[in-house]
């Protein structure tokens, strides 16, 4: 098992601050809030993606809306139990957070959002094609982390990508580089209603198998905090 989390799990994210800093829960003391970044696409299209930070954080650096920043983390996961139902969170956990320098998002060649996951294949992948013959595959990768743990996060490959994921079994360790995404959808109920929700996604630019002697580990169950 690949056990040096850091590099199982890094990020790091250029954006704009786009709201203020909300309450989201505390562990052993420790009091964690969140906000939501705008990282721009290079199509200028932008992506919406929530972070959650330590208040041992938030003296370090004015977070106030509107703020360039660079936030160096973690892409985590936890299950969130709504009227008997389990629902999958996703969040970037910020480790170190600290100003941007002026117009750091628009540097050719600067990285405004990367991140390197390494990680199980856990449910077998999806392949398919679009109406004009795109090819994409979805696929979940269990990512270990400190204490037991794992955070399970959403990917989606592309073109040649999307191909090699056809052949990857379940249980296969995997290297993958992409960029963290925010996509809106429609959800349906019983009832009729509407909802239109967010889905955030790791989508991929590169990946590889791990060369490890042994890919068989037991998946750690996912643990429903945030730490």
Same mark, same amino acid.
């Given at each position: ?59 370090? &650096? ?7 920043? !660079?936030?160096?983390? /973690? $892409? ?9 139902? =389990? ?5 970037? $956990?910020?480790?170190?957070?600290? @100003?941007? @320098?002026?117009? @750091? ?16 294949? *856990? ?5 398919? /094609?679009?109406?004009?013959?795109? @090819? ?18 959403? *990917? ?8 090699? *994921?056809?052949?990857?079994? &379940?249980?296969?360790? &995997? ?39 042994? =890919?068989?580990? !037991? ?9």
């Amino acid at each position: 098992m690949n056990t040096n989390f850091l590099e199982n799990n890094h990020l790091v994210l250029v954006g704009k601050i786009v709201s203020s800093q909300n309450y989201s829960h505390e562990i052993y003391g420790e009091k964690f809030y969140s906000f939501n970044l705008e990282v721009i696409r290079l199509s200028n299209n932008s992506d919406i993606i929530p972070i959650t930070i330590s208040e041992r954080l938030l003296t370090d &650096v004015d977070l106030s809306i509107g703020k360039e920043v !660079e936030v160096e983390g /973690q $892409f985590r996961s936890y299950n969130n139990y709504e009227n008997e139902k =389990n629902r999958l969170i996703l969040t970037v $956990f910020a480790k170190e957070i600290r @100003e941007a @320098e002026p117009h @750091e998002e628009e540097k050719d060649g600067a990285i405004t959002n990367e991140v390197t996951l390494v990680g199980y294949v *856990c449910k077998k992948p999806i392949y398919r /094609q679009t109406p004009f013959g795109r @090819e994409i595959a979805d696929l979940l990768l269990a990512v270990n982390r400190a204490y037991n743990k794992s955070d399970y996060i959403p *990917c989606i490959a592309w073109g040649r990508n999307a191909r090699f *994921c056809q052949k990857i079994e &379940v249980g296969t360790e &995997v290297k993958v580089v992409g960029r963290v995404q925010s996509r809106t959808y429609e959800k349906k109920h019983e009832d009729g209603t509407v909802e239109t929700r967010v889905a955030y996604e790791v989508s991929i630019a590169s990946m590889e198998i791990s060369e490890k002697e042994d =890919n068989n580990e !037991e998946l750690v169950e996912n643990n429903e905090q945030i730490v």
